[in-house]
């Protein structure tokens, strides 16, 4: 079955501490793997795509794929980087993207 | 601006009373898709449309029913409404890939629902 683990619900760091967010998946094919950010009461926006190999706001994550993994990862957090986070899995090219239950980062002054 | 657009933002209502949630988008995107988010469960789907008169139920149908009968639109319709289904609702659209060849998602705002 596919399936996207998020195991931290809630993630707390200093204001320029290293943040790493967890994400493992569960899928017999290639995967596209991406992350979502949902900063308080907005809508969720698309931070990063495995395939575009970006960094944006400082995150990057580097699908390993014998973990399984795709951790989001920043060496500095800021203030402003506090939000939820959702890890997402789209199977087979099809439209549907599988999400994990989203991890809090909270990045205190 | 290319946007989804769901109304209302909020919404309280009672037990019972048929509601409709909307959700349009400006994009011509064939994929569209209904969430509820609730604390520690993440993201589920409710139901999915795949275009005009294509619909299918996702993981958390039950309670719910949706058309869509146009390409920009895919309301989400409560008939009888229950606390349970007190949530925030997230509409979502898609291209199969758009003109970079590249995939996403582009959510509405949300709309807060509380069943009383």
């Known amino acids: 079955a596919q399936r996207v683990t998020q195991p931290e619900k809630l993630l707390s760091v200093f204001k320029g501490a290293p943040v790493e967010l967890k994400c493992n998946y569960s899928?017999?094919?290639?995967?596209?793997l991406f992350w979502y950010v949902q900063y308080s009461r907005q809508r969720l926006q698309l931070l990063l795509r495995?395939?575009s190999r970006e960094s944006i706001k400082g995150f990057t994550a580097d699908l390993n794929k014998g973990e399984t993994s795709f951790h989001l990862k920043k060496p500095f957090a800021q203030e402003e980087d506090s939000a939820m986070y959702y890890c997402?899995?789209?199977?087979?090219?099809?439209?549907?993207?599988?999400f994990g239950s989203g991890t809090r980062l909270l990045v205190r002054p | 601006e290319a946007q989804v657009t769901q109304n209302p933002r909020y919404l309280i209502t009672v037990t019972g009373k048929k509601l409709t949630v909307t959700c349009s988008q400006n994009?011509?995107?064939?994929?569209m898709s209904w969430y509820r988010q609730d604390p520690g469960l993440g993201l589920r789907q409710i139901y999915y449309?795949?275009?005009?008169?294509?619909?299918d139920k996702g993981d958390v149908p039950e309670g719910y029913k949706v058309s869509r009968k146009e390409k920009r639109n895919f309301p989400l319709i409560l008939e009888s409404p229950s606390p349970n289904q007190t949530s925030l609702y997230f509409c979502?659209?898609?291209?199969?890939?758009?003109?970079?060849?590249?995939?996403?998602?582009?959510f509405g705002s949300g709309t807060r629902l509380t069943v009383v």
């Open positions: 979502a659209s898609s291209l199969r890939e758009d003109a970079r060849g590249t995939f996403g998602y582009t």
């Open positions: 899928y017999s094919g290639s995967p596209e």
């Open positions: 495995h395939i």
């Open positions: 997402a899995l789209r199977a087979d090219s099809s439209y549907k993207l599988i």
């Open positions: 994009m011509n995107h064939e994929y």
């Open positions: 449309s795949m275009n005009v008169e294509v619909t």
